[in-house]
């Protein structure tokens, strides 16, 4: 028989253990807690990225392309394969909704989930962002951030986060009502329509979880829900990433300008964001090749 669980205000009234209810635990709670944990997807056996490599990419890299993108706005931008993509702070602190795509094709795009799963739930230098079945593969790596130093902090908060999906008009419309157009999905979804040619109601359904680029999140450690601090971020901060396929890419500027106290607003401060597409010297990727989409044959044992 399924029973519901209680909503999380009557659960947190509870009375709480280690921040968490525990009405009438069995007399072997303590061992069963005391269970070592194991890792659900071991990495050392994944393709592991050529940092060396990546690294002699930068050096003498020479600026093909920039764009800039609005407080509350979004843009896209173009990333061909063996070249180098940055985002920038470049007026204040802020942060970024990043969707990819596979410039040939739509419907191989960022598994938000996947990545978080096999790296963690923030990115940092040497991670990848991971594309969605069936080709799954590395879209991107990240090869240089200079907010690495930020690492976690007291409250369990870290930078580049795989958490959150996105602030979009749904959820804003549960929660407080009204017709907000500002969201990160909405304007994500503007941007890729403009792009394309096509009405935003169709560019919506290519819209997916983000990495949120600057974003500095975890969760409670009393109830686990999702919180978000100030960005440590500041203008010359930036996050370098190799693009492993063809790359279109999409940055929206967050509302919520540095999210330290709200997101989907019209009165936080907001700050453009800076994208920057550069072409390393030739000889920099002699020994660089694309990975082909993933090697499952998809039969599912039919």
Known sequence: MFTRRAPLAARAARPQTRGHPLPNPPDDAEARRAITPVICYPVETLPQPDMGLYSAARKGMSKVDEVTVPPRDAATFSAP?????????????????LNLWNARDLSERFYSGKT?????????????????????????????????WYGIDSFGGSVHDVIGTRCDPYTHNLLAGGQYHHCCHSNLTRALA???GIAPQ????????VLNVFMCTGFTRDTGQYFMKASPVRPGDHIDFFAE??????????PGGDCSSEHSSDTVPCHPLLVEVFKPQPDALKNWEPLAPNGYNRTHGW
Do not use: K, N
């Open 116 to 148: 978080r799963a096999l790296h963690g739930t923030h990115l940092t230098t040497g991670d990848r962002m991971w594309s969605s079945f069936p080709a799954m593969r590395p879209m991107a790596t990240v090869i240089h951030d200079t907010l690495d």
């Open 202 to 209: 169709e560019a919506e359904t290519h819209v997916h979880d």
């Open 194 to 196: 403009a792009h394309l």
């Open 245 to 254: 396929i063809d790359i279109l890419g999409g940055l929206s500027a967050c």
């Open 81 to 97: 394969a063996g070249h180098i993509f940055r985002i920038s702070s470049i007026e204040g602190p802020q942060v970024g909704d």
